[in-house]
Protein backbone atom coordinates (compact mmCIF):
# COMPACT_ATOMS: atom_id res chain seq x y z
CA UNK A 1 0.00 0.00 0.00
CA UNK A 2 2.53 2.51 0.93
CA UNK A 3 4.27 1.61 -2.59
CA UNK A 4 1.15 3.41 -4.36
CA UNK A 5 1.17 6.42 -1.89
CA UNK A 6 4.77 7.61 -2.98
CA UNK A 7 5.51 8.99 -6.51
CA UNK A 8 9.02 8.09 -8.54
CA UNK A 9 10.69 11.23 -7.32
CA UNK A 10 9.95 10.66 -3.47
CA UNK A 11 11.38 6.79 -3.87
CA UNK A 12 13.83 8.82 -5.64
CA UNK A 13 14.57 10.25 -2.02
CA UNK A 14 14.33 7.80 0.31
CA UNK A 15 16.70 5.79 -2.08
CA UNK A 16 18.94 8.83 -1.73
CA UNK A 17 18.89 9.22 1.79
CA UNK A 18 19.95 5.61 2.26
CA UNK A 19 23.28 6.22 0.05
CA UNK A 20 24.24 9.14 2.30
CA UNK A 21 23.90 6.98 5.46
CA UNK A 22 25.45 4.30 3.95
CA UNK A 23 28.51 6.11 2.60
CA UNK A 24 28.69 8.94 5.35
CA UNK A 25 27.72 7.52 8.59
CA UNK A 26 29.39 10.22 10.10
CA UNK A 27 26.65 12.25 9.01
CA UNK A 28 23.90 10.25 11.00
CA UNK A 29 25.89 9.04 14.26
CA UNK A 30 24.07 9.21 17.33
CA UNK A 31 20.68 8.85 15.45
CA UNK A 32 20.87 12.56 13.28
CA UNK A 33 19.05 12.43 10.20
CA UNK A 34 20.15 14.11 6.87
CA UNK A 35 18.06 17.00 6.60
CA UNK A 36 18.40 16.16 2.38
CA UNK A 37 14.56 15.06 1.99
CA UNK A 38 13.52 18.45 -0.39
CA UNK A 39 16.13 17.95 -2.96
CA UNK A 40 15.21 17.42 -6.10
CA UNK A 41 17.00 14.08 -8.08
CA UNK A 42 18.55 16.34 -11.00
CA UNK A 43 20.80 17.86 -7.69
CA UNK A 44 21.00 15.15 -5.64
CA UNK A 45 24.82 14.05 -7.49
CA UNK A 46 25.88 17.80 -6.71
CA UNK A 47 24.73 17.15 -3.21
CA UNK A 48 26.39 14.18 -2.65
CA UNK A 49 29.88 15.50 -4.15
CA UNK A 50 29.02 18.59 -1.76
CA UNK A 51 29.07 16.49 0.97
CA UNK A 52 32.30 14.32 0.03
CA UNK A 53 34.28 17.45 -0.63
CA UNK A 54 32.67 19.13 3.02
CA UNK A 55 34.14 15.48 4.64
CA UNK A 56 37.30 15.81 3.10
CA UNK A 57 37.73 19.59 4.16
CA UNK A 58 37.05 18.81 7.68
CA UNK A 59 39.19 15.89 8.08
CA UNK A 60 39.65 15.17 11.72
CA UNK A 61 36.75 17.84 12.10
CA UNK A 62 34.29 15.76 10.78
CA UNK A 63 32.79 14.52 13.63
CA UNK A 64 31.47 18.06 15.09
CA UNK A 65 30.12 18.67 11.99
CA UNK A 66 26.52 18.53 10.83
CA UNK A 67 23.77 19.48 8.37
CA UNK A 68 21.24 21.52 10.35
CA UNK A 69 19.13 21.98 7.52
CA UNK A 70 19.12 21.77 3.69
CA UNK A 71 16.27 22.94 1.17
CA UNK A 72 14.48 24.22 -1.87
CA UNK A 73 13.99 28.18 -1.73
CA UNK A 74 13.23 30.65 -3.82
CA UNK A 75 16.70 31.27 -4.11
CA UNK A 76 17.62 28.46 -5.08
CA UNK A 77 19.30 25.42 -2.53
CA UNK A 78 20.63 26.42 0.70
CA UNK A 79 22.56 24.51 2.87
CA UNK A 80 22.83 25.18 6.63
CA UNK A 81 25.66 23.89 9.01
CA UNK A 82 26.21 23.92 12.18
CA UNK A 83 29.78 23.37 14.31
CA UNK A 84 31.65 22.83 17.25
CA UNK A 85 32.94 26.35 18.45
CA UNK A 86 36.21 24.31 18.83
CA UNK A 87 36.97 23.97 14.70
CA UNK A 88 39.35 26.10 13.71
CA UNK A 89 38.24 29.23 11.51
CA UNK A 90 39.74 28.59 8.48
CA UNK A 91 38.77 25.16 8.19
CA UNK A 92 34.71 26.60 8.50
CA UNK A 93 35.48 29.41 5.97
CA UNK A 94 36.74 26.15 3.59
CA UNK A 95 33.28 24.54 4.36
CA UNK A 96 31.16 27.73 3.34
CA UNK A 97 33.35 28.51 0.70
CA UNK A 98 32.11 24.89 -0.78
CA UNK A 99 28.72 24.98 0.63
CA UNK A 100 28.49 28.98 -1.81
CA UNK A 101 29.99 27.04 -4.97
CA UNK A 102 27.08 24.25 -4.74
CA UNK A 103 24.56 26.30 -3.97
CA UNK A 104 25.54 28.38 -7.44
CA UNK A 105 26.11 25.38 -9.03
CA UNK A 106 22.36 24.22 -8.98
CA UNK A 107 21.79 27.39 -10.27
CA UNK A 108 22.48 26.36 -13.61
CA UNK A 109 21.37 22.27 -13.38
CA UNK A 110 17.94 21.04 -14.11
CA UNK A 111 16.40 19.97 -10.98
CA UNK A 112 14.80 16.70 -12.78
CA UNK A 113 17.20 15.29 -14.29
CA UNK A 114 20.56 16.96 -13.81
CA UNK A 115 21.73 18.73 -17.25
CA UNK A 116 21.84 22.06 -18.23
CA UNK A 117 19.45 24.38 -16.93
CA UNK A 118 18.42 27.63 -15.53
CA UNK A 119 15.78 29.46 -13.21
CA UNK A 120 12.80 29.42 -15.18
CA UNK A 121 9.51 31.32 -13.92
CA UNK A 122 6.82 28.34 -13.67
CA UNK A 123 3.20 29.58 -12.73
CA UNK A 124 4.52 32.45 -10.52
CA UNK A 125 7.57 30.00 -8.38
CA UNK A 126 10.81 29.68 -10.01
CA UNK A 127 12.06 26.30 -10.79
CA UNK A 128 15.29 25.29 -12.01
CA UNK A 129 14.81 23.31 -15.54
CA UNK A 130 16.09 22.40 -18.60
CA UNK A 131 14.41 23.73 -21.72
CA UNK A 132 12.55 20.68 -22.02
CA UNK A 133 11.62 19.82 -18.31
CA UNK A 134 10.37 23.68 -18.27
CA UNK A 135 8.22 23.20 -21.06
CA UNK A 136 6.51 19.58 -19.62
CA UNK A 137 5.87 21.42 -16.87
CA UNK A 138 4.51 24.14 -18.23
CA UNK A 139 2.13 21.64 -20.17
CA UNK A 140 1.00 19.78 -16.86
CA UNK A 141 -2.84 21.09 -15.70
CA UNK A 142 -3.24 24.40 -17.08
CA UNK A 143 0.08 26.05 -17.18
CA UNK A 144 1.22 28.71 -19.30
CA UNK A 145 4.74 29.32 -21.28
CA UNK A 146 7.67 29.84 -18.89
CA UNK A 147 9.43 33.00 -18.64
CA UNK A 148 12.94 33.17 -18.89
Not at 86 to 106: G, K, N, S, Y
Not at 110 to 116: H, K, R
Not at 130 to 148: D, I, L, N, Y
Amino acid sequence: MREKLLDEDAWAVIAFQKVLRDEHPALVSGGRRIPCVSIPRGWQPRYKKLIEDVEAALGEWAPVFRISQTKVTEGGLAVAVTFDSAVPREVVHQVDRLIAQAEEDVSRICEMCGEEGREWDIRNWPRWLCVTHAFAKCHEGAGSRPEA
